[in-house]
């Protein structure tokens, strides 16, 4: 699967997947995707879960789902971000804050379930960039 790139239109607040820079596919403001920052997501693939979307919040706010091995880049301007994700009843997250800065403005991160007896954890790992899928 193509990496997109997932964006909130700052007017309306719907969330979307753009190839590029576009507009709104909900009221046709025109988005950028030109940054200075970006964190770069791939839900590594896995048969437990595979058939649903995991939840994905940047700072408590959502920002849609990440299907099971798909790759997605957050173009986000310069800050702290805490990441979260869910699916159904789990809510149980390592929770990562990442911060981009001018020395460190691309993260990339793996997000995938750990198991559990009674409820499964979901991590989000930072890995090197040579890691992530190149598609």
Same mark, same amino acid.
């Given at each position: 699967m193509a990496?997109?790139?997932?964006?909130?239109?700052?007017?309306? $607040?719907?969330?979307?997947?753009?190839? $590029?820079?576009?507009?709104?596919?909900?009221?046709?403001?025109?988005?950028?995707?030109?940054?200075?920052?970006?964190?770069?997501l791939y839900r590594m693939g896995n048969m437990m879960g595979a058939a649903t979307g995991f939840g994905l919040y940047v700072n408590e706010v959502p920002y849609g789902a990440i299907a099971n091995r798909e790759s997605l880049i957050l173009p986000l301007p310069y800050g702290s971000y805490k990441l979260h994700v869910v699916c159904g009843m789990?809510?149980?997250?390592?929770?990562?804050?990442?911060?981009?800065?001018?020395?460190?403005?691309?993260?990339?991160?793996?997000?995938?379930?750990?198991?559990?007896?009674?409820?499964?954890?979901?991590?989000l790992e930072r890995v090197d960039p040579s890691t992530m899928p190149q598609n």
């Open positions: 990496k997109r790139y997932r964006v909130k239109c700052p007017v309306c $607040g719907e969330v979307i997947n753009l190839p $590029g820079s576009g507009p709104c596919t909900k009221c046709g403001t025109p988005i950028s995707v030109d940054q200075p920052c970006s964190i770069e789990n809510r149980k997250c390592n929770d990562p804050v990442v911060n981009l800065t001018p020395e460190d403005p691309h993260v990339c991160m793996k997000v995938h379930m750990k198991m559990g007896f009674i409820q499964n954890t979901f991590l």
